[in-house]
């Protein structure tokens, strides 16, 4: 059962250069956390050795553990770094070319002239046709042809592949013909991994259908060795627990299904830390937030209204389209380690990343280019040492970058350049939360804004001040949120049917759908282990206006009327405005969840005082001022603070700005509330 009554559970967030550990006591709700060093060669090292200082801080017994959550991105790196299997595709006779047609759009960004379209991951050469058709509907037009099916295995093992993906024309309407593919290619082909696209995504639209099949496909060896590599490493640890890995969905989901459906881990690590921050900021009695996840190379932004994760199928992983629920969010390549670089006079700012090595010039480990992190010090935003004094800052080298590589070259000072940088970056990241509230109707203003990840408390105030925004929350581990956001979530999973024809609501028609697709999630549940008590689901429809290319996930309701009135008001929501046209119904999905139990809310003591261990000097434009460092571990509950201040951990730094006021809130968490002076 993976739901147990064992209080212990861990989980592991492995990042690019660090690898964060959270162990919970859900029985008193206490949290144990470590980090130690990455290990991109083999990451499950790393991942055993964080089991390993968690349990050892805490004095727990590995067998004592009930749950090991894992958040992992080997997926999402096999598919941008095109790392993946060599696969073959296997289709309906006549549509060899779906995947090199694709759309008709380019990349907003493109140049519509020079844009070339990127090299598809299986090429013509390794797709092969069957004889079989099914109609729109479901109907059988053309019996499959067996014998095809054998020419194909013959085919495909002539190729020298990894991995097959199966995708037939219509399987959504009718699985029958796919399932029989795949049935004899594995028969034929034992070696081989096999996936089909009604295990994957059973929605309407070929291309995309096909992509993601083929996508799945590719990482379907690699992650299920990571996987079958991490088991091994927990048997030998004497780990009985079960491991669940975290999806794009915000949920997580045993070993067994995310080897059918890699795909599904495919952005999930920024979904992690969502979770994690709204669970934080409910603690608070907060539930409007938009969060903000800055990182090394990449910042991602997510608006929940409501305590409500919103979901999309709107995805893209690099290249390509990937129309899997995963959580609504916006990722821009600006981060602690986004470099600084002057062309033609002019200043740009990311989205090319000094990375983990070298890193920023401040790191001392070789960097030359001037990245936001160097602008931080040369600012004197951050401690002479990071990481608990384990990690010292290189302040000359800093400003030796940002000089030469931007000062210079605009022909200021440095501290103006540096300011320049954050500026810059600052308003790539102000851009991205617009685009998750302004652009879908919402006021970023009635938000509280949570900054986290390594860099996020850094910029949390500027971002704020930039956006009208005047509340923040410091979580009490920003950097390390992903991982505690791993303990927070809910088991997932979502069944979708698209239907035989789009057309008018039919609510006896969709309730058969619904049931049938509640029986899939039963026997998820049961798979799973999910006692009934923590079963849980939720009925959605995917709706159109008739014309429209893409559709809208509504909660269903009962009704005809009431549906289309829900779908209006979100449509009104997302674009402004309805139209006078009929309302479809395209897709139903039954969204299944695996109740969390939620670990008791833990306080920390009351203490007014507010002690500074130290003092730097900051550089604001008005000039040089003398800012307290205050050691965030020594603030009580209560505790009351104004800015300017810097507060230091062993996970980040947060950047309290002149006119902001802060209280530690009973949890931790830091509120920060905008005190004096007009936002612009």
Not at 146 to 157: D, T
Not at 335 to 349: H, K, M, P
Request: proline residues 5%; glycine residues 10%; charged residues 20%.
């Amino acid at each position: 059962m993976h739901l147990t009554d064992s209080p212990f559970s861990i989980a592991v967030d492995i990042g690019g250069t660090f690898t964060d550990i959270s162990l919970l006591d859900r029985a008193s709700g206490r949290v144990w956390r470590a980090k130690t060093p990455s290990v991109p060669s083999d990451p499950s090292e790393a991942f055993l050795n964080g089991i390993r200082l968690a349990l050892a801080d805490a004095g727990v017994l590995p067998s004592a553990l009930s749950q090991v959550l894992h958040g992992t991105t080997v997926a999402t790196n096999m598919i941008l770094e095109d790392k993946g299997a060599r696969t073959a595709l296997v289709t309906t006779r006549g549509f060899r070319h779906v995947l090199a047609i694709g759309r008709q759009d380019i990349p907003r960004k493109a140049n519509l002239y020079t844009w070339v379209k990127p090299e598809r991951p299986v090429p013509a050469s390794r797709i092969v046709e069957v004889d079989e058709r099914v109609a729109a509907g479901g109907a059988v037009l053309e019996a499959l042809d067996e014998g095809s099916v054998e020419r194909a295995a013959e085919a495909i093992a002539a190729m020298d592949v990894e991995a097959i993906a199966v995708c037939l024309l219509h399987a959504f309407a009718n699985p029958q013909h796919e399932r029989r593919v795949a049935e004899i290619l594995r028969a034929r082909l034992p070696s081989l991994a096999v996936t089909t696209s009604v295990d994957v995504l059973p929605v309407v639209r070929e291309y995309e259908r096909s992509l993601t099949t083929v996508l799945n496909a590719t990482v379907m060896p690699g992650v299920t060795t990571y996987v079958g590599r991490l088991e091994k490493r927990l048997e030998d640890e004497a780990v009985t627990a079960p491991l669940l890995l975290m999806q794009s969905n915000g949920g997580v989901a045993g070993a067994a299904a995310i080897r059918q459906a890699p795909a599904l881990t495919s952005l999930s690590g920024p979904a992690a830390g969502v979770v994690g921050a709204r669970a934080t900021a409910a603690a608070c009695g907060i539930e409007d937030i938009i969060t903000v996840d800055i990182g090394g190379t990449s910042a991602d932004i997510c608006l929940i209204k409501g305590g409500r994760i919103g979901l999309t199928q709107h995805g893209k992983v690099g290249e390509w389209p990937l129309p899997l629920p995963m959580v609504d969010m916006v990722t821009i390549g600006a981060g602690g380690g986004s470099i600084a670089t002057v062309d033609d006079s002019t200043l740009t700012v990311g989205p090319r990343s000094a990375g983990a090595h070298p890193g920023p010039a401040a790191y001392g480990k070789g960097g030359k280019q001037a990245t936001v992190t160097d602008a931080h010090v040369v600012l004197g935003h951050l401690p002479a040492k990071l990481l608990g004094g384990r990690m010292g800052l290189d302040v000359d080298a800093a400003r030796h970058a940002v000089a030469e590589n931007v000062a210079q070259p605009l022909g200021l000072a440095v501290e103006e350049a540096a300011r320049g940088v954050l500026a810059i970056v600052d308003n790539h990241m102000v851009g991205a939360i617009r685009v998750v509230s302004v652009e879908r109707g919402h006021d970023p203003r009635q938000f509280t804004l949570v900054p986290f990840g390594g860099a996020g408390p850094l910029h949390g105030c500027a971002l704020a001040e930039l956006l009208g925004i005047t509340r923040i929350m410091i979580a009490p581990a920003p950097g390390v949120l992903c991982a505690d956001g791993l303990l927070a979530a809910d088991l997932k999973a979502e069944f979708s049917r698209t239907l035989p024809r789009a057309g008018a609501i039919d609510a006896a028609a969709a309730t058969a759908v619904f049931e049938d697709l509640e029986k899939q999630a039963a026997e998820w549940f049961d798979e799973e282990g999910v006692p009934t008590e923590k079963r849980a689901s939720q009925r959605t429809a995917l709706l159109r206006y008739h014309g429209q290319g893409g559709e809208i996930a509504v909660r269903w309701k009962d009704g005809k009327d009431a549906l289309e009135a829900a779908f209006a008001e979100e449509h009104r929501s997302l674009y402004g405005f309805t139209l006078d046209a009929a309302i479809e119904l395209v897709t139903l999905r039954v969204e299944a969840t695996g109740l969390t139990a939620s670990p008791p809310v833990t306080t920390i003591a009351p203490g007014k005082a507010v002690a500074a261990h130290d003092e730097t000097k900051v550089h604001f434009a008005s000039g040089q001022v003398g800012v307290p460092l205050v050691d965030r571990a020594t603030l009580g509950a209560g505790a009351a603070f104004a800015g300017p201040m810097i507060i230091t951990q062993l996970d980040t730094t947060t950047f309290v700005a002149p006119g902001w006021s802060g209280l530690v809130h009973e949890t931790g968490a830091l509120i920060l509330t905008r005190t004096e002076g007009s936002i612009q």
